[in-house]
């Protein structure tokens, strides 16, 4: 089966910008997630989705970053206006159920702000 | 939700050694994963052990859940140079995944 896609999978732009990320699950996951990893530090969990639904977002600083899933199939995370402590690598990972499944991890985009 | 906590945070053997990762936690769980994480890749699913299961094995590795002590861990046997990574352990509570700071395995040829 195809993996999860990510893209772009590097990005650097100026504090006060805005930045997209997109994220493909594998087909007929229901569940979708956004973490951030900070350099030497495990992935936190920003937004999960079940379907289209939100699950939990309480990590998510909503005066700058959203999400959604459209369709239940594809997802979008954008920070506007990005800060130097986004500076992150951003994972989408998808499971087939819930967390009772294993996730499947994308490879990542990593957002550098300068 | 609630994180695990890996223990150690670094680990260094020789190829040949077997390498042990302690993972600790502190609410009640419904399964707890383990994950590598190679540099600069995504996070790859290892082994899901359910709260009612006490041991699990998949080719060299062997997990242990201790539900009385909330605690775990990943017993790599015969370790190899690919099995360099960072490790992490996941606890499922209420239906979300919160990762620890993991542990940095190097096995040295």
């Known amino acids: 089966e195809a993996g999860v896609a990510q893209s772009p999978r590097y990005k650097i732009i100026e504090k006060r910008q805005s930045v997209a990320f997109w994220c493909n699950p594998i087909?007929?996951?229901?569940?979708l997630y956004w973490y951030q990893q900070i350099l030497g530090q495990g992935p936190k969990l920003l937004i999960q989705?079940?379907?289209?639904?939100?699950?939990?977002d309480s990590q998510l600083p909503k005066d700058r970053f959203s999400a959604e899933r459209l369709k239940g199939v594809d997802s979008t995370l954008k920070i506007q206006p990005a800060k130097l402590e986004d500076s992150a690598v951003y994972l989408c990972?998808?499971?087939?159920?819930?967390?009772?499944?294993?996730?499947?991890f994308g490879n990542g985009t990593r957002l550098t702000v300068t | 939700s609630q994180q695990g906590e890996e223990d150690p945070q670094a680990l260094s053997i020789q190829e040949g050694e077997n390498a042990t990762m302690n993972c600790s936690y502190k609410?009640?769980?419904?399964?707890l994963q383990w994950y590598r994480q190679n540099s600069g890749r995504g996070l790859v699913h290892l082994i899901l052990i359910r709260s009612n299961e006490r041991e699990k094995h998949s080719g060299r590795l062997r997990v242990t859940l201790d539900t009385s002590k909330k605690s775990s861990s990943l017993l790599i046997t015969a370790s190899r140079a690919a099995d360099t990574a960072s490790y992490f352990c996941a606890p499922n509570a209420g239906n979300m995944l919160t990762f620890g700071g993991g542990t940095r395995l190097m096995v040295k040829p």
């Open positions: 989705f079940q379907n289209n639904g939100v699950v939990d």
């Open positions: 087909s007929g996951h229901a569940t």
């Open positions: 990972a998808s499971s087939l159920f819930s967390a009772d499944s294993p996730l499947h």
């Open positions: 609410t009640s769980i419904n399964n």
